[in-house]
């Protein structure tokens, strides 16, 4: 069974812009649903999930954004266009998960050291958490399958933060759950596990995308198909010094081909065009620069 191919550019806007859309929808309903209901039930944990679904919005615009920068042409400033526009906002998101994540911990920290003093809330709370809860798990495998299909870190990161949310919902229905049962202290130890489990995410997609600025290399699977492409082309001897580098989702190649020196400029420039075309047959391969190098090989004989 053959692989499906990778989207065309046009197709991997559309769809991430139509998702994120469709988050922000969900957002803002969740933001004024969770705020309006906290403040009547008197439920602080309502109120504060109601800011993690506002950041949620703040992540989507920030994916809007640089989704509609990245697609702009290459110019003379950017000769390779403007694709890290997505790794950038990959590192905003990674930032910002981290900062929910800290905030959910310095509450959570609060509420132990002070604990008592809280007053019953009322049990709709717990039915809008439950809501919230559904709506960001929901909302969270629609968008990872969009990203997925299209090949896009950014939505990619952009999804998990739906399902960081999703586990502040969860902490939230905990936590009202034991305000109506009496255990108030179940609030603030789920809210440390969730906060130290959204720190962690925050900290993997900010290194991931710290590390595709600082040009990191594709996968190994990756250079190995590049390298086999290439040392299929006829006439070409033998290739060395392959190196990759991330911009967004796409690669770019450096190599030095070895030729045999004897050729003609034509017929090496030719050799290498053909070496070329071989590794921009994939779609995420963005540019390849070739350097010819003249070696010897005596016939065989």
Do not use: C
Not at 173 to 201: F, K, Q, W
Request: glycine share 8%.
């Amino acid at each position: 069974m053959s692989a499906s191919p990778s989207p065309t550019p046009e197709a991997r806007h559309l769809a991430g812009r139509r998702s994120t859309l469709v988050s922000v929808f969900v957002n803002i309903a969740l933001t004024i649903a969770q705020g309006t209901i906290g403040v009547i039930a008197g439920s602080q944990a309502l109120v504060a999930d109601a800011l993690h679904s506002l950041s949620d919005l703040v992540s989507d615009f920030v994916v809007l954004f640089a989704g509609h920068h990245s697609r702009k042409d290459a110019d003379h400033d950017h000769p390779y266009g403007h694709q890290r526009f997505e790794t950038a906002a990959s590192l905003a998101l990674g930032v910002l998960l981290l900062s929910v994540g800290a905030g959910m911990l310095w509450a959570a920290v609060g509420k132990i050291q002070h604990p008592g003093g809280g007053e019953p809330v009322q049990a709709v709370a717990l039915w809008v958490a439950l809501g919230a809860l559904a709506s960001k798990e929901l909302l969270f495998r629609y968008m990872l399958r969009v990203a997925e299909r299209v090949r896009s870190s950014m939505l990619v990161a952009n999804a998990w933060h739906a399902r960081s949310d999703a586990a502040s919902s969860l902490v939230v229905a905990l936590g009202i759950g034991g305000n109506l049962l009496g255990y108030h202290v179940l609030d603030p130890v789920a809210a440390i596990v969730v906060g130290l489990m959204v720190s962690r995410m925050g900290l993997q997609f900010g290194w991931d995308a710290m590390n595709d600025l600082m040009d990191r290399a594709a996968d190994a699977d990756v250079v190995e198909e590049l390298r086999s492409a290439m040392l299929g082309t006829p006439g070409l001897l033998g290739l060395h010094d392959l190196k990759t580098r991330k911009m967004g989702d796409l690669i770019l190649v450096d190599v030095h081909l070895e030729i045999q020196a004897d050729l003609t400029v034509e017929q090496g420039h030719a050799i290498a065009t053909e070496a070329r075309r071989r590794a921009m047959v994939r779609d995420d391969v963005l540019n390849v620069m070739t350097h010819v190098d003249p070696v010897r090989r005596p016939a065989a004989g």
